[in-house]
């Protein structure tokens, strides 16, 4: 069993003001000049992470991208690494 937090990058179209930073619970924000901006969390597990996107779902927010941070989790099993690697896009 994996008790280790897991770290994502959840990049969202706008800019969120810093305010969010502390309600979403992330250890960094970066806007970037293609108008999108960049949340950075530490996750203890899905459930963590689902609440996460529900309040991002609530303020209206459009996700673009999620993905882990660091080495890649192993696949489900009984699915492909081109499985895994298709879900992160």
Not at 47 to 73: F, K, M, N, Y
């Amino acid at each position: 069993m994996n008790t280790a937090p897991t770290t994502y990058a959840i990049r969202v179209d706008g800019h969120l003001d810093d305010h969010w930073s502390t309600s979403l619970d992330a250890l960094d924000m970066t806007r970037h000049d293609d108008g999108t901006t960049t949340i950075t969390i530490s996750v203890a597990d899905q459930a963590q992470l689902h609440g996460v996107l529900a309040r991002l779902r609530d303020i209206g927010t459009v996700l673009t991208e999620l993905h882990t941070t660091g080495a890649s989790p192993d696949p489900p099993i009984g699915r492909s690494s081109a499985w895994r690697d298709g879900c992160a896009r």
